[in-house]
């Protein structure tokens, strides 16, 4: 399962309607979903009338400029994770208060 995938899903999509707005945004015509997922055009066009409602857009154009976004987004993250070496994470806020070393941590 694709990151995008992952995204779609915690975004209230069931796992069978991430499959289908990944397929539409990836230009794919109803009838080639629904042969591609076997299952018939009418079922693709209700998960796409449930992806709508979820997704709050009112276009198959709406959908796929929102998903292509997010890709957009995603592949920029995984390309800097490969590039970038992990940074030292700097949290000030468990630092002990007043800088004293009592171990209280400051909230």
Known sequence: MTELHQTLIKKGLSHRESEVALEVAGGVS??????KLFV????????LT?????MQ??????LIVMISQW?????????KKAILPPQP???LDIL????????DVGL
């Open 71 to 79: 890709k957009s987004q995603a592949t920029f993250i995984e390309d």
């Open 30 to 35: 109803n009838k080639e979903v629904a042969s």
């Open 89 to 91: 994470i700097h949290n």
């Open 50 to 54: 449930n992806i709508y409602k979820k």
């Open 96 to 103: 002990p208060s007043g800088g004293k070393g009592n171990g």
């Open 40 to 47: 018939t055009e009418k079922t693709v066009k209700f998960h």
């Open 57 to 62: 857009v009112k276009s198959r154009t709406q």
